[in-house]
């Protein structure tokens, strides 16, 4: 109550908010303060991350929070009048617009910040201008001596750093990816594993600068989480400068044109299409968007926290989402984040991308010369996953409605300006009568789409228009099909596409006319925008001419969508393609209906995997510290397979010519003196009660610092409310994916801040989180992580030749990604608890050769936690990985 009456400091409202249950709580959040202050600056967002970022007394206990609010505070409306504060540019200007938004900091600084004795620029005046440079020449064919390698390795590691052999095996293994390709269509390829702590990254960096340098081509290192390409930016730096000599950086951070600021988006924020704390938003953007590096938003400079604190997604709103770019047409297209970025990869050494923006690009690729054709995958075991997305099809109600958007513009006339397709080619329109009569069928045809109110249409039964029609009679059949008990459960539910009765098919034909009658006028103006290219105007400058080209890119991805989905459609009531997995689904949490689908998959997305990426490539490298599989010995103390096998089954090995290099580093570390599994034998399955209290001591032993993993997010948001007061009252607080209003990124950053803080979650932290030293000292996994027993898996396991090895395969892989959370570098060390009495021996050969493997009742985990007790037990009473196992499988769980 005292809260929700007065206005008080706070740090992080919402995440107090949610503490409190008072979700309207407002005041004075001073990460909006800092957000203003200091824009583009990292802060971790607890009292802790906010006195380091302004180098003032952390608080010793949380009674002195209160008063270090008021100190903090006072730090930030002190540097407000430092004559050195490097952000004061622009400050008095936003603060004028933001005093009339009744920003609640406004009143408070505002007579610490004093007005510039000259009128500050309007943000879109001081930004920079990207250069047209000329394009950079196909890199030369060199070859790369070993012992060049490691002495740039050397280099790289410094003088006085240890030298391990692991990695300089490594760094040669990986050197034979750049020699010069010797046949067409067939790449050099090599499957490099790395076990944790050879310094893999140094380890391919040093054959890349030294190739980069001498054949002044472009190395592309595509990871699978931003964490990674954080990391990756930081380590480049032993290799590369800041910026070339003529103010080009030779290293740049590419992402999907999603992550990164919208400057036509941000000024229409900034007139008035934002009203209230968006709007306050949209000007703290627009302070940061003065002082970032690049621009990027997800994952970048900006505070990964400050989207948060509005509770609503102005930031999604201040990005490109729709591919809605209307290129040299835009005002600002010359200072444009997203044209500086592609245009400075062009020119760079070392280009740090994903797997989604790799293939995405290989697949629609504008520029087919600027196509890398050195690429290092690392985080290799995601390759198959990434994919397996970016090569699907998915014909689902919210698709259909960007598509309907993206042709006639948004459906409601409300603030912002129609972005739709006639009014981002007006001019075409007026200039060519073809192009325009293309425009108006194409728009008229985009009326059949789904529009807003669909899911409560078809939950009605009276769906408007053909594919409406198509979703409301899959959604029917998914319904009356499904078997699998999630319908009670609020799950989503799916079925196969097989078998289907007369009415979906026929939904499915008309819903298909009604597709080709859009893709149709869209082809067309793709035409007509060729032939304007071809025999330009005269007034088509070289801006226009960007921007048609730019219309014509976004048109063929339309276009090339269109037909997926008729393509999708013409398969229904016909026979099966052994190539792909149809099947239809309704998306669901907590039994709401969100989207309704039919989806393809291909049963092995690794062929057109290597037929657009690896093909057109001149050398490629899948690495990764859990590539291969560790299968473990059988009973004759044999190895018990191929521990490459799934290895080359998911890089696409299989569908090239080139025969790959395998490459195994063992990592360094000592885990049978510094790691232990700790099997808990008396935590009864589906016991919620007995689940929360085993996580609850498990972190008051370990006095946290722990990563506790889960299967399902329901079981994780109950283990959550049953625990987080009682730790919070033993000083120990405990943070939760989906049920803090936290961005996963902060999260862990605030995990890794605190030795005392522990942080549930699910898939997205079982890898590509880094957190050495204390602050990570205990795994807890709540469940042997079985395979979903989805329509798709079982089409793939089925397909395999392995049976229920498939599925071991899979486990192996997510245990060993698990494990390697815990041992970051050679001094940590810790346990790994997995809550679940059933855990095959089979599996235990997933950790690392001599790693102590105990199973216990909690009580005695909890001692062993505790005490900090690592190796055998004194009854020797243990099983160690890579022990042969005699147990048959297990049946499909």
């Known amino acids: 109550m005292a809260a929700s009456d007065t206005p008080v400091l706070i740090l992080n409202a919402p995440l107090v908010a949610n503490r409190l249950g008072y979700p309207d709580l407002s005041g004075l959040d001073l990460l909006e303060l800092f957000a203003f202050v200091h824009p583009a600056r990292f802060c971790v967002p607890t009292p802790r991350g906010l006195a380091q970022a302004l180098e003032i007394e952390q608080p010793a206990a949380d009674e002195d929070v209160p008063a270090f609010l008021q100190t903090a505070a006072g730090a930030l409306i002190g540097a407000c ?109 090599a499957l490099a594993q790395a076990g944790t702590g050879i310094g893999k990254t140094l380890g391919y960096l040093a054959p890349a600068s030294l190739w980069a340098a001498a054949s002044g081509g472009t190395v592309w290192v595509s990871t699978f989480t931003k964490n990674l390409q954080r990391q990756l930016r930081s380590e480049s730096r032993r290799a590369w400068p800041v910026k070339r000599p003529d103010g ?81 047409g835009c005002p600002h297209y010359r200072k444009c984040f997203i044209e500086r970025s592609g245009r400075d990869s062009a020119q760079a050494d070392l280009v740090i991308a994903n797997h989604a923006l790799v293939m995405v690009n290989a697949a629609r690729g504008r520029d087919h010369a600027q196509r890398p054709t050195r690429l290092i995958f690392d985080e290799g075991h995601h390759v198959f996953e990434a994919a397996d997305s970016t090569f ?44 325009g009569e293309a425009i108006e069928d194409a728009c008229e045809a985009g009326a059949a789409l789904p529009s807003e109110g669909w899911l409560q249409r078809l939950s009605e039964g009276d769906p408007l228009g053909p594919i409406e029609a198509l979703l409301f009679a899959v959604r029917a059949a998914t319904y009356a099909r499904d078997e ?55 007034w088509l400058d070289g801006q226009g001419r960007a921007r048609i080209e730019g219309a014509r890119f976004s048109l063929q991805w339309r276009v090339d969508l269109i037909a997926a989905w008729e393509a999708l459609l013409a398969r229904l009531g016909g026979p099966a393609d052994p190539e792909f997995v149809d099947w239809f689904a309704v998306d669901r949490s907590d039994a709401r209906e969100f989207d309704v689908a039919i989806h393809r998959r291909w049963l092995d997305p690794m062929k057109p995997f290597s037929k657009v990426v690896l093909e057109p490539a001149h050398g490629v490298m899948l690495t990764s510290a859990t590539l291969t599989d560790r299968i473990g010995v059988d009973l004759t103390g044999s190895a018990a397979g191929d521990p490459w096998e799934a290895a080359l089954h998911r890089s696409g090995a299989a569908h090239i010519e080139s025969q790959p290099l395998l490459s195994a580093a063992q990592s360094p570390f000592d885990y049978a003196s510094r790691a232990e599994v700790l099997i808990v034998t008396d935590v009864k399955k589906g016991d919620l009660p007995g689940l929360a209290g085993a996580y609850a001591r498990l972190i008051e032993a370990s006095e946290g610092g722990v990563l506790g993993l889960f299967t399902a997010i329901r079981r994780m948001r109950a283990v959550h409310g049953r625990i987080a007061d009682r730790l919070a009252r033993e000083g120990l607080p405990i943070y939760a994916q989906h049920v803090d209003p936290i961005d996963t990124g902060t999260l862990v950053d605030i995990f890794r801040d605190d030795p005392h803080a522990s942080l549930l979650g699910t898939d997205a932290l079982r890898d590509g989180v880094d957190v050495p030293g204390r602050s990570l000292r205990c795994v807890v996994l709540e469940a042997v992580p079985w395979p979903r027993p989805d329509i798709l898996h079982k089409a793939r396991r089925a ?29 940590d060390h810790g346990h790994f608890v997995v809550l679940s009495s059933a855990f095959p021996s089979r599996l235990l050969s997933a950790f690392p050769d001599g790693t102590a493997i105990h199973r216990v009742t909690l009580d005695e985990a909890l001692g062993r936690v505790r005490s900090g007790e690592i190796g055998e037990k004194p009854n020797g009473d243990h099983e160690t990985a890579g022990k042969a196992s005699a147990e048959p499988p297990d049946m499909f769980p």
């Not at 009670?488 to 080709?516: D, F, H, K």
């Open 248 to 328: 080009t950086p030779p290293v740049v951070v590419r992402k999907g044109r999603e992550n990164y600021l919208c400057l036509l988006n941000l000024e229409d924020a900034l007139q008035g299409g934002f009203a209230g704390r968006p709007a306050i938003l949209a000007h703290l953007v627009a302070r940061w968007a003065a002082f970032t590096r690049d621009g990027d938003m997800i994952g970048g400079d900006l505070p990964g926290w400050l989207g948060t604190l509005f509770r609503k997604r102005g930031i999604v709103a201040l990005t490109d989402q729709r591919g809605e770019c209307i290129y040299a």
């Open 484 to 538: 699998s008990g999630g319908q009670e459960a609020g799950y989503g539910i799916e079925t196969e596409a097989s078998g289907l009765p007369g009415g979906v098919i026929e939904a499915a034909g008309s819903a298909a006319e009604a597709l080709s009658a859009i893709r149709t006028p869209l082809v067309r103006l793709a035409g007509r925008l060729e032939a304007i290219i071809a025999d330009p105007p005269d």
């Open 799 to 827: 397909a395999s030749e392995s049976g229920s090895q498939y599925d071991d395969r899979i486990i192996r892989a997510r245990l060993a990604q698990a494990f390697g959370r815990l041992i970051r570098n050679k001094d």
């Open 392 to 435: 699907a099809a998915t014909l689902s109600g919210q698709e259909a409605i960007e598509l309907r958007r993206w042709i006639t513009g948004p459906e409601r006339k409300n603030r912002g300006r129609r972005r739709g397709l006639a009014a981002r080619l007006a001019d075409v329109a007026s200039y060519d009568d073809a192009g």
């Open 81 to 189: 009048e430092d004559p050195e504060w490097f952000e004061r540019e622009g400050a008095w200007s936003a603060l004028q617009s933001l005093e009339r938004l009744r920003w609640p900091w406004a009143q408070v600084i505002k007579p610490h910040i004093a007005r510039p004795e000259k009128a500050e620029k309007w943000l879109f005046a001081t930004l920079p201008e990207w250069e047209e440079r000329p394009e950079r020449g196909s890199p030369r064919q060199v070859e790369l001596p070993e012992e060049d390698v490691l002495q740039q390795l050397d280099h790289l590691t410094g003088e006085k750093a240890e030298r391990r052999e692991g990695q300089r095996t490594y760094a040669a293994d990986t050197a034979r990816i750049f020699a010069p390709r010797n046949k067409q269509e067939v790449p050099h390829f």
